[in-house]
């Protein structure tokens, strides 16, 4: 097809996220990777690698085994600081960063108090 792209790796240092239509071509682009990283003498470390498997539904396996690897099969995956879930919803990352502006606001708050005896500001932050 003319001007399409495929986008199956991601890549930021050693951090690599494969994104494959099908286990199929996950074996294969993992078959690929490993013969690539075998000849620049780079490890793989499996224990450290997750699956998310992109469903409307929940995976209710535990594990997979692919390319003779076997992987720990999750609902999300935290890759740079955003949660991506089997169903593609932000609701796990949205809140994962409301709450830590909650704490970092509470914590500032905090930490004007120790500054002055009497603070301007008495109150700390909640969202319901």
Not at 8 to 17: K, N, T
Not at 37 to 57: D, Q, T, W
Not at 65 to 82: C, E, H, K, P, W
Request: proline share 3%; hydrophobic share 45%; with cysteine.
């Amino acid at each position: 097809m003319k001007g399409a792209v495929f986008l199956g790796l991601i890549a930021y240092a050693d951090d690599h996220v494969l994104l494959m239509p099908s286990l199929h071509a996950l074996e294969s682009s993992l078959n690929l990777i490993m013969t690539f990283a075998k000849h620049l003498n780079l490890s793989f470390n499996p224990s450290k690698s997750i699956l998310v498997k992109f469903h409307n539904k929940r995976f209710v396996s535990s594990v997979i085994t692919v390319a003779n690897i076997t992987f720990d099969v999750r609902n999300s995956a935290n890759y740079l600081g955003n949660i991506t879930s089997y169903n593609l919803k932000d609701n796990e990352t949205i809140s994962s960063l409301r709450n830590n502006a909650i704490w970092r606001g509470n914590a500032t708050i905090q930490g004007l108090k120790t500054c002055h005896p009497n603070p301007v500001c008495g109150f700390e932050i909640q969202i319901a």
